[in-house]
């Protein structure tokens, strides 16, 4: 009996402590030291808020990350991703393609998916843009505490993903904040626990400048 409850009592103390803290190391890991090749087929740029066109400081940290890639010959093509929030005129991609492009990326160059309000249903679109065009290897550019969990769903879908965490805006590694840590941590756990089984909770992007993720509950 009693090495029973020493067993439900160390169970316990993995699910509490231990899970999350792997979480969290894996999360800042990827931030601190990320996985970045600098040959792809393709730079993609998840969605985040934007206004009337005008990326947010979120997104737009992301774009001018993927223009660096694209200007260093990192890859030969962008797609950005995500739709527009209730009542928007546009969309998270065409606004991101329309700032690419009115800073000098060619307009071909582009591939525009006006897709996916969260990490999950964004990756799923532009994972099967790249099957539909026999491509796999691809570079995400958004927020350092997000590469690790980008990347995961991408790999598991099929592609070769590597992350560059932007180096501009309120997300970079040096301004982001404990909490948007622990946040990410917490979305990349309900990931791995059960979006992988099918559970899919949103995280999708609120109207204002800030991530959220997954009902903020850590």
């Avoid at 774009?63 to 030969?76: C, H, I, S």
């Avoid at 995400?140 to 993903?161: E, F, K, P, S, V």
Wanted: with cysteine; charged share 20%; net charge positive.
């Amino acid at each position: 009996m009693f090495k029973l409850i020493r067993r439900v009592i160390s169970l316990f103390l993995a699910v509490i402590v231990i899970i999350p803290t792997y979480s969290i190391f894996v999360t800042w890991n990827s931030a601190k030291n990320p996985t970045f090749r600098t040959s792809a087929e393709v730079i993609v740029v998840p969605g985040a808020a934007q206004l009337n066109g005008t990326p947010g400081e979120v997104l737009l940290g992301r774009l001018v990350q993927a223009k660096k890639n694209f200007d260093a010959g990192y890859a030969p093509l962008i797609i950005t991703v995500g739709t527009g929030a209730p009542g928007d005129r546009t969309t998270e991609a065409a606004s991101g393609k329309y700032w690419l492009r009115t800073h000098g990326i060619p307009a071909k160059k582009i591939v525009s998916l006006p897709v996916g309000r969260d990490t999950r249903t964004q990756t799923q679109a532009y994972i099967q843009e790249m099957k539909n065009r026999k491509i796999y290897n691809v570079i995400i550019a958004t927020d350092a505490y997000h590469c690790q969990r980008a990347m995961t769903m991408a790999n598991d879908l099929g592609a070769t993903a590597t992350c560059s965490p932007a180096t501009t805006g309120p997300n970079t590694l040096e301004k982001s904040r404990t909490r948007y840590l622990i946040r990410e941590a917490g979305a990349y756990l309900a990931y791995i626990t059960l979006g992988r089984r099918g559970i899919h909770l949103s995280d999708h992007l609120t109207n204002s400048g800030l991530v959220r993720y997954v009902h903020d509950f850590i």
